[in-house]
């Protein structure tokens, strides 16, 4: 098979669809290098990278085409939706893969195609997304649903939307659950130690509240949340939650870590309004790196997001051992199962009420790392790439 996946989110793993991307690609190249495989891999991206450059020099099944965004307005739009179908209509691929939503499938005949879909959120909650987001859902993103032969949905929720929404075959879907990078895990003496020497600047400690005191300036003990601050995410129900176990005595802090996406005003209005400035603390964005020792050294992971495609902060936070609250909504039961604690994301009292369940009692907590720690291991990037793999010969064999 010539496979030709196009994946500009790679040129930065940073986000969450680039994380996915790099992960899923290296455990597939694995699979296909020990396979000693006939297959050829072809990455159409955006801009020259060096963690692709790594990949490129170790395997000799894989090539690249770079195809840059004209410096223009709507550039973006214009290089996946002009540029590169007329670029791979040049190109004898077999199969084209894009990991994100909006393939350029349209003027595309010969290539088989499979498109990857995370949620539909622009066009369930329009409100929370900018309009040219909203837009492109609603006019162009079913016209590539209906030309994709196969279509990834990253959880069964998602899966349940398409056919509900747009009205495709269940037969057409092949769900394909994200993972937690290897990373995020229980931390030893030992690999606390390794994370301090690896990090500029900063002489080895004895303890991991060493470390993130003086990197993240963390006061102890804290609840974790970790995220974008946008409105779907409900940081000012977490809030809420808050200011009412201040009430009943918890001294905990709240750390949130994430960068600014849009809209997140609300967030310190809400700080603002319920004197909260001293109990909440701001990391802004945390290299994947430190991720896990945050996640280890919280009390209690938080997150009551409005609807998730998949949710992988929770997923990352019980496969370090943190015990998780979350909403009872979208694929979030579907990603935490039993071993988390759902919860209404609307309802600020039950919110707070099993939050200060969860941090007065240590047997919950034991028993809430526990379960979180053998579910994480339901979810691997090595199931995925496996999967994704069984899709392209599934779609290379239809006729």
């Known amino acids: ?35 000693n495989s006939d297959n050829r891999y072809t990455i159409i991206h955006r801009k020259k990278c060096e963690h692709l450059n790594i990949l490129l020099n170790k395997y000799n099944f894989l090539s690249e085409i770079i195809i840059p965004v004209p410096k223009i307005p709507l550039g973006h739009e214009i290089q996946k939706m002009i540029i590169t179908p007329h670029v791979l209509k040049k190109h004898d691929f077999d199969i084209i893969h894009d990991v ?3 393939g ?25 997304h900018k309009k040219s987001k909203v837009l492109m859902h609603r006019y162009y993103f079913p016209l590539v649903l209906k030309k994709s032969d196969k279509i990834i949905s990253i959880s069964h929720h998602t899966k349940q939307d398409l056919i509900k929404h747009f009205k495709i075959s269940e037969d057409k879907i092949k769900v394909i659950h ?26 080895a400690r004895n303890s991991l509240r060493s470390f993130l005191k003086q990197k993240y300036n963390l ?14 995410k409900n940081i000012p129900t977490l809030l809420k939650a808050l200011y009412k176990l201040k009430k ?19 967030i310190f209005e809400t700080i603002e309004k319920l004197n909260l400035q001293k109990d909440v603390i701001f990391t802004g964005y945390v290299p994947d790196e430190d991720l896990p020792a945050l996640y280890n050294a919280a009390v209690l992971f938080v997150y009551p997001s409005l609807y998730e495609g998949f949710g992988l902060p929770p997923l990352e936070a019980m496969a370090c051992g943190t015990p998780v609250i979350t909403s009872n909504t979208s694929s979030l039961p579907e990603v935490v199962g039993d071993a988390g604690i759902m919860v209404n994301p609307y309802d600020v009292d039950e919110l707070a009420n099993k939050m200060y369940e969860v941090l007065t009692n240590d047997g919950l907590r034991e028993e809430l790392s526990k379960k979180g720690l053998e579910r994480a291991k339901l979810f691997s990037w090595k199931k995925c790439a496996e999967e994704t793999l069984k899709v392209y010969e599934e779609v290379y064999n239809m006729k």
């Open 1 to 35: 098979m010539k496979i030709g996946i196009i994946a500009n989110p790679i040129d930065d793993i940073k986000t969450g669809i680039g994380s996915y991307t790099y992960n899923v690609l290296i455990e597939l190249f694995k699979i296909e290098y020990k396979k």
């Open 100 to 102: 994100y939503h909006f």
């Open 104 to 128: 350029p499938f349209l003027s595309l005949k010969k290539p088989k195609k499979i498109l990857t879909v995370y949620d539909i959120t622009p066009l369930l909650y329009p409100k929370t």
């Open 178 to 203: 994200l993972a937690a990078n290897e990373n995020y895990k229980p931390l030893k003496e030992n690999e606390i130690n390794k994370i301090l020497d690896e990090t500029e600047g900063f002489v």
């Open 219 to 232: 006061n102890y003990p804290f609840i974790l949340y970790v995220g974008t601050l946008e409105p779907r």
């Open 248 to 266: 009943q005595g918890i001294k905990h802090k709240l750390v949130i870590t994430g960068k600014k996406g849009w809209k997140y005003k609300s």
